[in-house]
């Protein structure tokens, strides 16, 4: 069992659907993460929840809503996306997101097209 | 904004070494990552430098120099499946990790 997993793995939808994405972790870790990934171009930190709570909030439009019920799960919903939103969103964890040398466990990701 | 500077794209020769560079602006410097991420698949850990020199992990190492801004991940003996992206991230002086876009390597047989 990999240490986190996220749903779906492809995601097709068209601008005007609601879908969610899926991450749950299984290391034990309190703080987790959701980040945009496109080609060519480095990470961006989306959301940041440590101990259920958000701590950051990286200036996301609002047609992303992260949901965090507990420490081992993380939702990311989705509606009204638009075509530049398809990406490769990938959800990571780790022990605390606080002070401290901090290592990155990244699910495989769910690639986006919005169409 | 700090930014970091990584090649796009190397390709390098199966049993061969490779260095991939990374630049990164010096100020508020708090430590220097490396993950690798194969296509379609998680980026996964592979090194982290927060003092200058070399660290050794069997076929991969990763230096650093904190004066110049400067890290290299180098790996030996290379074989097919290191074809991976290689990401450099550095941690800031408020812990948030900045990315660089990733070089692609590709290992020829």
């Known amino acids: 069992e990999t240490g986190v997993t996220q749903t779906p793995r492809h995601l097709v939808m068209g601008m005007t659907n609601k879908k969610s994405l899926k991450c749950e972790q299984h290391l034990g870790h309190n703080a987790m993460y959701w980040y945009k990934q496109s080609a060519k171009k480095p990470l961006e930190l989306m959301f940041v929840?440590?101990?259920?709570?958000?701590?950051e909030n990286n200036s996301v439009p609002s047609r992303f809503s992260p949901e965090c019920p507990n420490s081992s799960h993380l939702f990311l919903h989705l509606h009204t996306l638009q075509p530049e939103d398809s990406a490769l969103y990938l959800c990571a964890s780790s022990q605390d997101s606080g002070r401290g040398y901090e290592k990155l466990f990244f699910g495989s990701g769910t690639q986006l097209s919005v169409l | 904004g700090q930014n970091i500077d990584q090649p796009t794209e190397m390709t390098a020769t199966e049993g061969a070494i490779v260095q991939i560079n990374c630049t990164y602006q010096?100020?508020?410097?708090?430590?220097l990552f490396w993950y690798q991420q194969h296509a379609g698949e998680a980026p996964t850990f592979l090194s982290y430098?927060?003092l200058d020199g070399l660290e050794e992990k069997g076929r991969f190492s990763s230096f650093l120099s904190r004066s110049k801004g400067y890290s290299y991940l180098l790996l030996k003996e290379l074989q097919m499946k290191d074809s991976a992206s290689y990401l450099c991230a550095q941690r800031d002086s408020n812990y948030q990790l900045i990315w660089g876009a990733g070089t692609k390597l590709i290992i020829k047989p």
């Open positions: 430098n927060v």
């Open positions: 010096t100020s508020g410097f708090n430590g």
């Open positions: 929840y440590n101990f259920k709570e958000q701590t």
